[in-house]
């Protein structure tokens, strides 16, 4: 088993996740700002972990993705499996028939084992403990009115065709 460049990003957005719902669902959009992700590859990742229930989409105006399951219940086994083909690089260790090929086995197994031993909860706290920043959620203000700069001079030219017609009926 080999950590591939799509566990990685999808751990990373895991953790950005976790870290942000507690304030609403978290946009795909602002993931990949801060993790340098875009956002065709985060909707790729975030389809299969959805198909998985480690997310939840939610749509429309202030929607996005909030955690499925608890970061308790969420291992990193879970997340790269559900992101990664395992079957393809474990197919490929059992195709080898050279001497290697129970070293390799043992190491996929041993691999998957230690990434069931590490929650999403732990990476969280991890995060936390050093001192990651999470700004609060943007809450949509309201536009105040445009002051005008100048005032308006009062004018006494016709303000409708009516009145235009008035004036030269004079």
């Known amino acids: 088993m080999r950590m591939s460049t799509k ?9 950005d996740l976790a870290l ?8 795909l959009a602002a993931i990949g700002a801060r993790q340098g ?3 065709s590859y985060l909707e790729q990742l975030f389809a299969r972990l959805r198909q998985q229930g480690m997310v939840v989409s939610t749509r429309g105006p202030g929607g996005g993705y909030t955690l499925g399951r608890t970061a308790e219940e969420i291992s990193v086994a879970d997340i790269v499996c559900a992101v990664d083909d395992l079957a393809d690089s474990e197919s490929h260790a059992a195709e080898d028939t050279g001497p290697s090929r129970e070293l390799w086995l ?7 084992e ?3 031993t590490v929650s999403l909860h732990s990476l969280v706290q991890e995060q936390q403990a050093k001192g ?39």
């Not at 566990?7 to 953790?15: D, E, L, P, S």
């Not at 942000?20 to 946009?27: D, I, L, T």
């Not at 043992?106 to 998957?112: D, G, I």
């Open 37 to 39: 992700v875009s956002l």
């Open 20 to 27: 942000r719902q507690h304030a609403g669902p978290v946009a």
């Open 114 to 116: 230690q990434m069931a």
């Open 132 to 170: 990651v920043s999470i700004e609060p959620a943007a809450t949509p203000r309201r536009a105040e009115p445009v002051k005008p700069l100048v005032k308006a001079l009062p004018s006494r030219a016709p303000n409708s065709v009516f009145a235009f017609g008035r004036s030269f009926a004079r």
């Open 7 to 15: 566990g990685r990003y999808a751990v990373n957005a895991m953790i």
């Open 106 to 112: 043992r190491l996929n197994q041993v691999m998957r």
